[in-house]
T-cell receptor, first 108, second 113 residues
Framework: GEDVEQSLFLSVREGDSSVINCTYT??????LYWYKQEPGAGLQLLTY?????DMKQDQRLTVLLNKKDKHLSLRIADTQTGDSAIYFC????????FGGGTRLMVKP | DGGITQSPKYLFRKEGQNVTLSCEQN?????MYWYRQDPGQGLRLIYY???????QKGDIAEGYSVSREKKESFPLTVTSAQKNPTAFYLC????????????FGPGTRLTVL
């Protein structure tokens, strides 16, 4: 079955860049997604990338996709304390498979 | 405003009782989903529905039931058969076709006493 893996934790200083990594196994996924979850809340879709793209940039967010290695990353430029949250990558079609989430802590 | 709502925010239940969690959306989305999230873990799919009057089991459907009588509503019942029901429950919806951009509700935290 599909499997999506993420590292559990990332700590950065305010103003630095954050890079959150994800690996997946289902090579047939058409889209891959990044979601953000703040404490006690639902998930918020940040961005998604079509599987035939290598990169997508949206303001401070850059998504890189290495389809050969089945590796997805999310780079947050100029990380702010408000970016502290859990970030989930997900892949799939009608049903999504989510990774376990990476908790990003931003230190002032 | 368009959105997806869940109620209640917090729910307490005694062991052996069934409880129903509400999920409503006014986004005109065809598909709706229920996920369970345990502390420090990702989301696991309980049930999903791609169209009214139809729903499918997800990865962890045992001890849960759903109905989809209206497009806007997808209630989840946690039955007494669910062995470890204490968790954070998230409902989501999406349009069918294209990127599966799922919009999530704020969640319901269920605690079994």
């Amino acid at each position: 079955g599909e499997d999506v893996e993420q590292s559990l934790f990332l700590s950065v200083r305010e103003g630095d860049s954050s890079v959150i990594n994800c690996t997946y196994t289902d090579s047939s996924s058409t889209y891959l997604y990044w979601y953000k979850q703040e404490p006690g809340a639902g998930l918020q879709l940040l961005t998604y990338i079509f599987s035939n793209m290598d990169m997508k940039q949206d303001q401070r967010l850059t998504v890189l996709l290495n389809k050969k290695d089945k590796h997805l990353s999310l780079r947050i430029a100029d990380t702010q304390t408000g970016d502290s949250a859990i970030y989930f990558c997900a892949e799939g079609g009608n049903m999504l498979t989510f990774g376990g989430g990476t908790r990003l802590m931003v230190k002032p | 405003d368009g959105g997806i709502t869940q109620s209640p925010k917090y729910l307490f239940r005694k062991e052996g009782q069934n409880v129903t969690l509400s999920c409503e959306q006014n986004l005109n989305h065809d598909a709706m989903y229920w996920y369970r999230q345990d502390p420090g873990q990702g989301l696991r799919l309980i049930y999903y529905s791609q169209i009214v009057n139809d729903f499918q089991k997800g990865d962890i459907a045992e001890g849960y039931s759903v109905s989809r009588e209206k497009k806007e509503s997808f209630p989840l019942t946690v039955t007494s058969a669910q062995k470890n029901p204490t968790a954070f429950y998230l409902c989501a919806s999406s349009i069918n076709g294209g990127p599966n951009e799922q919009f999530f509700g704020p969640g319901t935290r269920l605690t079994v006493l």
